[in-house]
């Protein structure tokens, strides 16, 4: 399968640990994002990486957030001091960036849910 | 602000056709693509308009007008399938896409 994958698929946590979720793009994907899901609403923005540079934020990205792309590759999400409110499905997508052409290829999830 | 509106629910008959709108306001704007999701799966890429226009793709058309900051999703040859949550999406940076909350079609025999 050469699709976008996530892992873990599925994470329960307890309020205030820490979770890192990873991500593997497309390999010839030169962007990454990562969005949070949460019922019944669409996918919310979270950041935005092209190669390694992290040049996209959301401003409702709290500093309890912090995702990484070392290597260009694949990308991790690190929540600090978990919250209820962070329960949700946390998607990633990657894209080529062509001109012209935003297609987003998202994966399965990882599914959060903070006791 | 950003504000997007389009229908929470549409019910169509299998082998008819639907048209999901969707009207925005956006900062900037690029574009407007449509995903489609399927309860527990990943939203999936159907279409992208830069321009206006209709751009055509099998049984799906999509439709922009910039001016009038509105476009539609056609959906053709309804099949019991194509029952799932419709977003549009516009482009309000180069690489940022902003979501509604969707419309949920439901398909019936």
């Known amino acids: 399968d050469t699709g976008v994958s996530q892992d873990p698929r599925h994470k329960i946590t307890k309020r205030g640990q820490n979770v890192t979720f990873r991500c593997d793009p497309i390999?010839?994907?030169?962007?990454l994002y990562w969005y949070r899901q949460t019922l019944g609403q669409g996918p919310e923005f979270l950041t935005y990486?092209?190669?390694?540079?992290?040049?996209?934020k959301s401003r409702l990205l709290s500093d309890r957030f912090s995702a990484e792309r070392p290597k260009g590759s694949f990308s991790t999400l690190e929540i600090q001091r978990t919250e209820q409110g962070d329960s949700a499905m946390y998607l990633c997508a990657s894209s080529q960036g062509l001109a012209g052409n935003n297609e987003q290829f998202f994966g399965p999830g990882t599914r959060l849910t903070v006791l | 602000g950003q504000s997007l509106e389009q229908p929470s629910e549409v019910t169509a008959v299998e082998g008819a056709i639907v048209q999901i709108n969707c009207t925005y306001q956006?900062?900037?704007?690029?574009?407007l693509s449509w995903y489609q999701q399927h309860d527990g799966g990943a939203p999936t890429f159907l279409s992208y308009n830069a321009l206006d226009g209709l751009e055509e793709t099998g049984r799906f058309s999509s439709f922009l007008s910039r001016s009038d900051s509105y476009g539609y999703l056609l959906l053709q040859e309804l099949q019991m399938k194509d029952s799932a949550s419709y977003f549009c999406a516009p482009q309000t940076g180069a690489n940022n896409l902003f979501f509604g909350t969707g419309t949920r079609l439901t398909v019936i025999p």
């Open positions: 990486f092209q190669n390694e540079a992290q040049l996209e």
């Open positions: 390999s010839e994907h030169n962007r």
């Open positions: 956006t900062s900037g704007f690029y574009g």
